[in-house]
């Protein structure tokens, strides 16, 4: 299953505020990120996605889930079951460079993903 660890004190609550939506568009597919619900503990996210890759929707949740060893892991969530498509593989991996570009000090864990710049 895709996936990216952030090693780190990550902190749901302000990335979800700081939280920009994703938009890419290539020819007709499109990738978007928008909405993040955050639990009221703050141990976990989901961010509502949709992969549209020739002119199949593919909606998804990914969940960020914060690990008491101070780490964090982005991943679908398994209850949305989409296609692991190119394209939402890609929405994993922008999701986890978001959430490692906003925590300070953190660092990129285990993933077997390619982050689009990551450190």
């Known amino acids: 299953m895709p996936h990216v660890v952030v090693e780190g004190d990550v902190d749901l609550v302000a990335w979800a505020e700081a939280f920009e939506p994703l938009l890419v568009r290539r020819g007709g597919d499109v ?3 928008d909405a993040v619900y955050v639990a009221k503990d703050g141990r976990t996210a989901l961010v509502e996605a949709l992969a ?9 949740y990914v969940k960020i ?3 008491d060893r101070g780490s ?6 398994p209850l949305t079951h989409p296609e ?3 394209g939402v593989r890609e929405i994993v ?3 986890g460079e978001d ?3 906003h925590t300070a000090g953190a660092v990129l864990g285990a993933t077997n993903l390619v982050l689009p710049s990551a450190r």
């Open 31 to 33: 990738l978007r990120a």
């Open 52 to 60: 549209i890759e020739a002119g199949r929707k593919l909606p998804f």
């Open 65 to 67: 889930a914060r690990h």
């Open 72 to 77: 964090a892991t982005v991943r679908i969530d």
């Open 84 to 86: 692991r498509s190119d």
């Open 93 to 95: 991996a922008l999701v």
């Open 99 to 101: 959430l490692l570009e």
